[in-house]
Nanobody
Framework: QVQLVESGGGLAQPGGSLRLSCAAA????????AGWFRQAPGKEREFVAA????????YYADAMKGRFTISRDNAKNTVDLQMNSLKPEDTALYFC????????????????????WGQGTQVTVSS
């Protein structure tokens, strides 16, 4: 089992940047695919980005490509999400997730593949 704790959320202006971090505790972090999801008020939770176990491959939702960057440091048991060019529609509760079940890149975006979840960190983009 792995425990996940997100940090780094807050208020940003449109066009600004925020960096989210997720700290993992428990098992060997490199055993897990790591992902970020978000849930805006009144909407379903959606995929943001994911990164393979050793960080060789990363995947993004179309709306985040070119603006967000996911990275991980297995020595520190962390996975980060750098968010640039933020838009008001990026306002949401952002969740870190980990999966020891994913074996295909075609399933990285599927929430059901992730067994472990953090509590979330709020990101608000507003002027």
């Amino acid at each position: 089992q792995v425990q996940l704790v997100e940090s780094g959320g807050g208020l940003a202006q449109p066009g600004g940047s925020l960096r989210l971090s997720c700290a993992a505790a428990g098992r060997i972090f490199s055993n897990y695919v790591a992902g970020w999801f978000r849930q805006a008020p009144g909407k379903e939770r959606e995929f943001v980005a994911a990164i393979s176990r050793y960080g060789r491959n990363s995947y993004y939702a179309d709306a985040m490509k070119g603006r967000f960057t996911i990275s991980r440091d297995n020595a520190k048991n962390t996975v980060d999400l750098q968010m640039n060019s933020l838009k008001p529609e990026d306002t949401a509760l952002y969740f870190c997730a980990a999966s020891d079940a994913i074996s295909s890149s075609s399933t990285y975006y599927q929430q059901g593949q992730y067994r472990y979840w953090g509590q979330g960190t709020q990101v608000t983009v507003s002027s």
